[in-house]
């Protein structure tokens, strides 16, 4: 059955390796990857299949109510998998409206263009909205996040993507848009912004610089590779229930501290490095605003409604990323010198 399907941020670390999935998966499926480009989309991370004849690119903002609706027009998707957003608690600390502008208003934009778009007949349709699982707050030593589990946003960012969670459900129960949510766990693997602590510690280790440690290293977080994400994500698109929530973790909780040591131990060994060399890069830093202390998700929904599993632990899955990067040494020096961004912006701000 031939679908079009609107990928939002596709240009991104999550983005990119959905729209890949999709665009080899269904052929019979056209995928249109909107992404603004700012500085995390990144169209070097699908030049293996910017040619292929079931794939478009559109470079627009979905803060711009105008060019959403644009776009509806264009290319008339059948679905949407929403996950265009600014990401990063830090910048959210420091620059808050500017993740309001992207995480709220952007997808108020993108449901109501789906619903202006679709009407009553929505038959075949949906709005799939990848969200958080920092919309939870902080755990303790214990237990782990459901799908009924309270909302406790504590920073700028977690608190722009819970507002836009109930945005979507709201659409659904007031307007009853077909809708499915996802909360996720902390992604990790290829292409990701060296913003983020994998990449950027293993940067900072291949150049034997000072890995940044905030507090002592005890925050605990639950790894998720993203190959495995996307696959939750085609799953939930095509056989989620509407109006239902699905948590995807990778059941991987490490505190932050023991990650990075796992992490000097892998690029040691990849580097022919000394045991123990790059550990003494490790950095002690103050504590960021509003750290949460642990977060780790329940799967088993998704696991037992729809089938889904991870299928790497992380100590594969950290060794398949630190290949990949080692192996991709000029887009890590395109994205930090900030080329890859000047050369796509005025090739699609020429056309």
Sequence with gaps: MEKTILITGG???????VVRLM??????????????????GNLENLKDVESKSNYAFVKADITNEAAVKEVFEQYQPDGVIHLAAESHVDRSI???LAFIRSNVMGTVNLLNAARAAWGDYTEGKRFYHISTDE?????????????????????????????????????????NLPVVISNCSNNYGPNQFPEKLIPLAINNIKHKKAIPIYGKGENVRDWLFVEDHAAAIDL?????????TYNIGGNNEWTNIDLIRKLCEVMDNALGREKGESEKLITYVKDR????????????????????????QFEEGIEKTVDWYLKNEEWLNNVLSGDYANYYSQQYDNR
């Design 23 to 40: 665009v080899n998966k269904y052929p019979g499926y056209k995928i249109v990857n909107l992404d603004a480009l700012t500085y995390a």
């Design 11 to 17: 240009a991104g670390f999550i983005g990119s390796h």
């Design 289 to 312: 605003a509003g750290h949460d202390k642990r977060y780790a998700i329940d799967s088993g929904k998704l696991m037992s409604e729809l089938g889904w599993k991870p299928s790497l």
């Design 94 to 96: 420091s620059d808050p």
């Design 236 to 244: 939930i698109f095509h056989k989620g229930v509407n109006g239902d």
């Design 135 to 175: 919309v939870y707050g902080s755990l303790g030593a214990t237990g782990f996040f459901t799908e009924e589990t309270a909302y406790d946003p504590r920073s700028p960012y977690s608190a722009s993507k819970a507002s836009s969670d109930h945005m979507v459900r709201a659409w659904h129960h007031t307007y």
